[in-house]
């Protein structure tokens, strides 16, 4: 099947595929003066800001933003949504994709990448919580791939590979999410060992709760999203069961959204008062603050909600979008804004160039990968020989 | 623990150790650790310092770092606040020389050495650790570069070598461990000429600062800088300002690093030993709900089918006497019907006939015979209604 | 060093060691424990397997 679905003869030199090259070919060569110049080089890193965008955004961000894979099998398998089941591969791809990405990214960032196996051969330091997420990413990643892996076999064609992995799809899902649970809200504690560096506003002793919970907005959202722009551009790709299901996912996840949101303002709230910061909101880190919690939490938690009530697709579309955002931006305000705010303003970080064209660089080859993987695989539609056994 | 036990404390350390050392610590839950008797610390009177920069020449020499761009006896680089970076492990700052006969402060800046490293408690190849000595050393061997030590240090003091491309490490004072080791006094110390470094024993330098506060109250704020902050420090501080004004961050508070992550870190084996069993939970009751739900429909479609199996006999009854009815009606109707076509055309071949035979040229025999239908028995009178 | 730990740090640093190796018996543990729970119980388990 995958030769007569290939022969897509389109020219290769489209705007996207011009684009895409030239920023895969700014990337290589920064990644040249990266791997020989140092992180001097290319990046406004300093010994004040030892994590830059390449923390906040590719491993904090990314891992958010990849949280739909554990959110979606959860909801499927675990929970019985059945009605979910064509959102579970295409979710489980990207959550893949992000967590490959991540790892991929995390080695132009750390000084001595090829050590990054390190904490776990040859001296663990148990009591970081970077170990942990660590630990965790390393065998999510592993877990995806296996629970990825049905959609190359049946590419393939190993039948036998193929049903053992989706016998292991229980087992595999559970642990995915006690995973995702763990390194989600590890992210989030890592901060905790930084009181004094994080503006209170933020830090919280709640820190890994919150990114925890707003891994599952992020998930759902993303999901949503995802699936809305896979319309646009894999429409063709796309088998009736998958077309007929995403409008009820998108209506499933924006409720299910809606109301996680609206425990993440509150236990937000909680936060405040348990550290009694209210007087902060007065301030300008307040006001920010306050952009953060009510435009990009409470604002699509009543958005996501009108969506649902009234059916409308394209409002709960949009929302998806603003969540997304909201993510982004929390995740961003904690590494990057909040974060050394004690500091005068001429010991701020700000990133780079090349360090944003190295995250430019990373979301695209994330995109080629998509891209390359759902135009041959099995994964918007069901492959035809394996259509009874999900 | 020493360097020795924890280098190789790999998995399998771990765990065999967990038998030899674990009843030893039974009670360390609640236990409070007061750090190693008889550690080491330095006891930094700024009230003393005068900022000529020895100390930063000292350090640069027996640590082998790289001559700095400008020379040690320059003071000019007092003008500007600067920070411990890649190739200077302390450094000196000018504080406060402002107001007209106010003598300009100074502070020395490096490595406190925690009691309780947030810079060990983060990284995660453990290269950070604590000497009995009273060092915080670090191991280049093993670190990854990930840079969470700098993160994690409340005093902002590891630096790193940003442009080394093949071999970046963490640089950071080293409290001269293995000069103190050696029985030697740190090179910042040795350097001092005035006398504003002390280096003796954690309690003895304790001991020290308290008997200067007393003795001479009006030069010292009542406060050593690093008996408590953090958990306390093995770099002690005395001012006669307030430590805000020489550069210090008041605000810290006194937990030491490992108890702000301990929560959370407490919290991940219990979520690994208990989202199984809730998750599985979930999985079984709504497994088991499908099954139910399913079992149900299929006992009310068996009810509905049962029940509808005895309506549907009456019906099928009622339905087929009807039909009965219904059929012999319709052929009866039909019978008639034909009967009186039949009729009908017979009459008409019959008058054609009759017309034509004066003039005999068609076949006009086909036509009565092939519709003349066969007579049927009598004709009954029923009803039409359905 | 004569036994037990003097800093909270090192107390953290063998105790989580200790924790991480019991997780990860932990997680066998819990799926074999499954297993031997459901291994009579030929609806669940075949499910368990297919799903
Ligand atoms: S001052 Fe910073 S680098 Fe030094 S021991 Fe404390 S946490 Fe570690
Ligand atoms: S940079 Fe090195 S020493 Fe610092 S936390 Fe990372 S691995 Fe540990
Ligand atoms: S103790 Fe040694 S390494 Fe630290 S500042 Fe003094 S001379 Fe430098």
Redesign the pocket.
Known sequence: MSASRTAVSRSLLTPFNIVAGLILAVGLVITVMRFTGGLGAVTNLSDYNPWGLWIGFDLLVGVALAAGGYVTSAACYIFGLKRFHSAVRPAILTGFLGYALVVFALHYDVGRPWRLPYPFIVQPGTTSLLFEVGACVALYLTVLFIEYSSAPLEWLGFRKARNLVVRLTMVLTILGVVLSTLHQSSLGALYLIAPSKLHPLWYSSYLPIYFFVSSIIAGLSMVIFESSLAHRYFHDKMDETHRRETDGVALGFGKAASLVLFGYLLIKVIGLAVDNNWHYLTTGWGAWYLVEVLGFVALPCYLYAVGVREKNLTIIRRTSGLAVLGIVLNRLNISLVAFNYHLPSSERYFPHWMEIAISVFVVTVGILAYRFIVTHMPILYEHPEYKDAH | MSISRRKFLGWMGAAGLGVTAGTKARAASNAHFEGYPNSLAVLHDTTRCVGCRRCEAGCNKVNDLPAPATPFDDLTVLDRKRRTDAESYTIVNRYGAGGEGQAPLFRKN?????LE??????CFVAA?H?TPEGA?VYDASVCVGCRY??I???????TYEYDKALAPRVM??TMCHPRVLEGKLPGCVEACPVEALSFGSREEMLKIARERIRKQPERYVDHIYGENE?GG???LYLAGVPFRELGMREDLGVTP?PKLTSGALGAVPIVVGLWPVLLTGIYAVSKRKDKIAEEEKRQAVAQAVEAADQKAAEAMAKAREKAEKEKTGAIDKAVKEALAEAERKAQEEAAKAAAEAAAPTDDTAEGPEGTTPPAPSDPKPTEEDA | MEGGFFTLQDFMYFTKGVTYLIMVGALIAVTAFWLYLTDRDEDVTAEHEEE
């Open positions: 490096q490595c406190n050495h925690c490293p947030a810079c060990a408690s983060a950070f604590k915080v030590c700098m994690a240090c409340p005093f902002e003091i590891p950071k004072c953090m420090t093995s770099w690093a």
